[in-house]
C-alpha cells in the first residue's frame, strides 16, 4: 500500500507502464536539477538564508515510509555544495530502514536545501491521513510555520482505508473531506503554510491510470484539491531554442560530474514526453469542494478562454476548486539515497521546493517583526492578479496523460492560471518586493 499512496517517483514505476510508447522524451538528460539550478531559475540570491531561529519548517511523512539516513543528507551537502543540518524536532515514530526511503529522503534533502538553515522538523503521521494530520498540528503547541507534504490520492477514493489510513465514518468520502478541510482552514488561522504536491498521474490521476472511465474522466487528488492548503504542480527544464544559455559557463559543484546539470531557465509542465519516468503533473477541479473566492477571477478567466483542452462540460466540476495553485521543478531532481546519487521525480519534489522558499520568505518577514505569511493562497492570486510577473507563466503543454498513458481528455496549459501549472513557477525577488512593499 506504501507504493500506491506515496506521489510515485523513478524507480517504483509499475512495470506494466514501460511497455507502452508514448512520444520519446524529448527533454534530453543533461538537465538535472540541484539546488544551485533551482536558485538560478527562480532567482532566489545565491547568499539567500535563514537567520531567525523562529523561521521553522517541516517535511509530514506516512507510515511505513521510513526516515532518511542522516549521512545521505550531509553527504548530498557535500557534493552539492549545500548546508545540511539534523532536525531540530522530530514529532510521531522515527524508524530509518537500510535501504534509504526515496521519499522522506528526497523531502528533507530539498526543503533543507532551500529553506537554507531553517529550523527544521521531522513529523511522521504513525495512523491516519489528511484529518489526522491536520488535528495534530492544530493540537501542537507551537507548530512548525511551513509544512511540506508529498502525499495525495483521489478524494473520492480517500476511504480506501487500507491504503490511506483515513479514519472515516461511515466509509464516507465527502464526509471526511469536509471535516479535514476545516482543520485545514484552521491551520491557516494558527499562521501555518501547508504546501501538498498535485500528484503524478495528470489529471485523470490514479483513479484512471488506463483511460477506461469515459463518464468520469478526471478526478481530484486529496488533499491537494482542499481550497485550504497550497497545491504544488511540477515542471522540467528543457533545452530553450529561442535564448541562448546564459549560464553555460555556470561553475556546478561535483555531484553534476557524471549527471550534466541544468543550463537551461526554460520550464515545460512534467509530462510523459519530458520525464525521466514518464509521469505527468497532476491539476484539476476537486469532487467535492466549491470555489473559493479568492481564485473567482482566475479560475473564470480559465474557463472562458477559446480554445483550451478541457473535458466536455458536464464530465469535470468547473464549478468547484481549482488547482494547482503554483508550480516548481519535479524532474531530474538529483539526490543522495543509500550514498549513491541518485535521479529522481515527482510533484513530491516540488513541494518541500516551494516550501524552503515559503520559509526564506517568512524569515525575512519575522526579521522585520512582521506576521508569517501563514495560508498562502491568497496572496498567490493577489500577486498573479497584480504583479504577474512574480510567476515565471508556464503556457505549454497539458496534463491529460498519467504514467505512460494519454487520455483524451485533461486540461491545457495557457497564459495565467490554469491547472496544469497554477500561476506557475516563483520568481523569488518580485515575490519579496510584492510582500515587503504591499502587504503590513
Known amino acids: 500500500s506504501e507504493m500506491c499512496i506515496r506521489d510515485r517517483y523513478g524507480p517504483i514505476i509499475p512495470d506494466q507502464f514501460k511497455k507502452y510508447t508514448v512520444k520519446p522524451v524529448t527533454a534530453p538528460e ?20 535563514i537567520t531567525n531561529p523562529k523561521t ?8 511505513p515510509v521510513t526516515a532518511p539516513i542522516l549521512s545521505d543528507g550531509f553527504k548530498f551537502a557535500e557534493l552539492s555544495r549545500e548546508v545540511f543540518s539534523n532536525y531540530t524536532t522530530i514529532v510521531g515514530p522515527y524508524n530509518t530502514s537500510l535501504s534509504a526511503n526515496t521519499e522522506s529522503t528526497l523531502d528533507v534533502q530539498y526543503l533543507q536545501a532551500i ?30 510555520l511551513v509544512i511540506s507534504v508529498s502525499y495525495g ?30 482543520e485545514f482552514a484552521k491551520l491557516g488561522g494558527l499562521g501555518l503554510s501547508v504546501l501538498i504536491s498535485s500528484g503524478d498521474e495528470g489529471a485523470p490521476s490514479t483513479a484512471n491510470l488506463y483511460c477506461s472511465n469515459t463518464t468520469h474522466p478526471v478526478f481530484g487528488i ?34 553534476c560530474d557524471n549527471f550534466p546539470c541544468a543550463t537551461s531557465n526554460t520550464e515545460l509542465p512534467c509530462q510523459v514526453n519530458n520525464t525521466l519516468y514518464r509521469w505527468t503533473t497532476g491539476g484539476g477541479f476537486s469532487d467535492f469542494t466549491a470555489r473559493p473566492s479568492y481564485q473567482d477571477k482566475a479560475v473564470a478567466r480559465y474557463l472562458e478562454t477559446p480554445g483550451i483542452l478541457r473535458p466536455p462540460v458536464g464530465l469535470y466540476p468547473r ?53 508569517p505569511l501563514g495560508f498562502l493562497n491568497p496572496l498567490i492570486y493577489q500577486i498573479l492578479d497584480e504583479s504577474p510577473s512574480a510567476f515565471h507563466d508556464i503556457y505549454q503543454g497539458d496534463n491529460r496523460c498519467t504514467l505512460g498513458f494519454c487520455c483524451t481528455y485533461g486540461y491545457g496549459a495557457t497564459r495565467g492560471w490554469d491547472p496544469v501549472t497554477g500561476a506557475g513557477t516563483p520568481n523569488y525577488l518580485e515575490i519579496l518586493k510584492f510582500i515587503n512593499t504591499k502587504l503590513p
Request: glycine share 6%; net charge negative.
Open 115 to 144: 529553506g537554507k538553515k531553517a529550523n527544521n522538523w521531522y513529523w511522521t503521521i504513525g495512523d491516519g491521513w489528511a484529518l489526522e494530520m491536520a488535528l495534530e498540528l492544530f493540537n501542537h503547541p507551537s507548530p512548525p
Open 222 to 255: 486529496y488533499p491537494a484539491s482542499s481550497p485550504w492548503v497550497t497545491a504544488v504542480s511540477g515542471t522540467t527544464v528543457v533545452p530553450s531554442a529561442s535564448s541562448p544559455d546564459k549560464s553555460s559557463s555556470e561553475a556546478f559543484p561535483p555531484i
Open 319 to 371: 464549478d468547484n476548486r481549482g488547482y494547482a495553485d503554483v508550480s516548481a521543478v519535479g524532474s531530474r531532481i538529483l539526490i543522495v539515497r543509500s550514498g549513491f546519487i541518485d535521479a529522481v521525480g515527482g510533484t513530491s519534489a516540488s513541494a518541500p521546493i516551494f516550501a524552503g522558499l515559503v520559509s526564506l520568505l517568512n524569515d525575512g518577514r519575522l526579521n522585520a517583526g512582521k506576521k
Open 153 to 182: 490520492w483521489p478524494e473520492i477514493l480517500t476511504c480506501q482505508s487500507s491504503i490511506t489510513h483515513a479514519k472515516c465514518i461511515d466509509s464516507d468520502a465527502k464526509n471526511y473531506v469536509e471535516r479535514a478541510n476545516v
Open 30 to 49: 543533461d538537465q538535472y536539477i540541484i539546488p544551485q539550478v533551482i536558485r538560478r531559475i527562480y532567482n532566489i540570491p545565491a547568499d539567500a538564508e
Open 56 to 63: 521553522t519548517q517541516a517535511v509530514i511523512e506516512f507510515l
